[in-house]
């Protein structure tokens, strides 16, 4: 398994990170590190979501990535492929600050999503 993007560093735009961070912090059990390169979500210690150049990725019910991969600005995470771990996440594109209104809904449903996940299994 080729793990060698996991230590690649991409540019965030601190604007967008302190935008997400000031919203996804907030929540319960809620805690960021460094993941895939960029600023990674955790809840209780579980991935739910990344900050990387220009996208925020994030992992989904199945159903609601069926409906996401519909909308403009919206693809797999090319990651996938090379880690299980990321394997479904979807990513979104985010370029502005004021784009994180937009993501917030489906952020809140990977939050759920992977908060609802038996230890272990997100």
Not at 60 to 81: F, I, M
Not at 87 to 98: I, N, S
Request: hydrophobic share 50%; proline share 7%; aromatic share 8%.
């Amino acid at each position: 398994m080729d793990t060698d993007y996991l230590d690649d560093e991409f540019e965030i735009d601190a604007e967008v990170r302190a935008a997400l961070d000031a919203r996804l912090l907030e929540w319960p059990g809620a805690s960021t590190a460094r993941l895939l390169g960029g600023a990674g979500y955790a809840v209780e210690g579980r991935s739910f979501a990344a900050l990387l150049e220009g996208v925020v990725a994030m992992s989904l019910p199945r159903e609601l990535t069926a409906r996401a991969l519909t909308l403009a600005g919206v693809s797999p995470l090319p990651a996938a492929s090379d880690d299980p771990r990321f394997t479904g996440w979807t990513q979104f594109l985010l370029l502005l600050p004021e784009d994180v209104d937009a993501v917030m809904p489906w952020l809140k449903a990977s939050y759920d999503h992977v908060s609802a996940q038996p230890e272990g299994a997100a």
